[in-house]
């Protein structure tokens, strides 16, 4: 059973930084491309960043670039979203995903999704 365990979320104040991490299980990490995803109340999930099989390819949303970074490391099953100067626009539901190979923007093309942490940024 292939699960994804999404942990860091929390409350956090304008400007400053949080760390997501997503653990893996019950699939071959290193054959799966990851992405975060992100939803707001009232609005539909939208893509944040993704990040290739080898971690070497990497695709962010242009209203994150330059505050947002992923990693994965292969070896612990594990992608990461490291969050820099936040805003209350961030806040949300984050969700990481899998999907085999190629990266993606769309959420329809994911295969397989945690369950979520929801990050509040405060004014």
């Known amino acids: 059973q292939v699960q994804l365990a999404e942990s860091g979320g929390g409350l956090v104040q304008a400007g400053g930084s949080l760390r997501l991490s997503c653990v893996a299980s019950?699939?071959?990490?290193?054959?799966?491309?990851m992405g975060w995803f992100r939803q707001a109340p009232g609005k539909e999930r939208e893509f944040v960043a993704t990040i290739s099989w080898s971690g070497g390819r990497t695709y962010y949303a242009d209203s994150v670039k330059g505050r947002l970074t992923i990693s994965r490391d292969n070896a612990k099953n594990t992608v990461a979203l490291q969050m820099n100067s936040l805003n209350p626009e961030d806040t949300a539901v984050y969700y990481c995903a899998a999907r085999r190979v190629l990266i993606s923007t769309a959420p329809s093309e994911y295969t397989y999704w945690g369950q979520g942490t929801q990050v509040t940024v405060s004014s």
């Open positions: 019950g699939l071959p990490f290193s054959d799966y491309a």
